[in-house]
């Protein structure tokens, strides 16, 4: 896997540089500043890019704007944000359009380099993965409330936003499904109605009812581990020990 890192800070470029390479990872460029990052994304065209939020010059928001940008105009690479900074908006931002390929990581998931790796290959492959903190943030207060109201879908509908989850379009949902893509479009409203998502400027309501759906996954474990290929643990959970593993779709 050929992969370009966005980090300005030396020693943590440094250090990921090193466990991706342990992990059969190839790093084919680093950069430290927004522009170099998308330059580098678009000139060496890598199979994944690592980038962090907030990189110079105001160390805010740049290193998102840049993997947005990348996203845009590269939309085969594969993209994920590894930072230590938690912030809701930016996880509706970054999967707010396109999901498959996305994964959002703090950076304390580099500790377990194995479940790391995988995550990373998992987005290679056009998965999704989100660290559990980041689920936990985008869903915090609603898993009983969403519980319920995944109890409530039918089951075309959660075979709907399992195929969400998994960042299926519609038109693949459509063929997937062998219904119309205007009868997805029906199912997907109905899901939002039945999960209490209503329109909003400031949230997605696609990538809000993934992270319910994600939340939830106890009420449907056997499709969850289906789709993540892990082990259930004795509390029915599925996650390496120690450590919960980050969700993927």
Known sequence: MRVIIGEDEALVREGLTRVLADGGCT??????????????ACDLEPDLVIADIRMPPARTDEGLRAALEIRARKPGVAIVVLTQHLQRAVAAELLGTHSAGTGYLLRQRICDSAGFHRDLRHVHAGGTVLDPEVVNLMVAEKTRSGRDALSRLSTRQLEVLALIAKGASNAAIARELTITEHTVVRHCSNIYDQLGLQPSDNEHRRVLAVLRYLATQPLHADLA??????????????RPAGRPAARRA
């Open 225 to 238: 581990r289906s789709r993540q290929g892990l082990r259930p643990c004795r509390d029915g959970t599925a």
């Open 27 to 40: 790093v084919i460029g680093t950069a430290g500043d927004p522009v170099s990052l998308v330059r580098d």
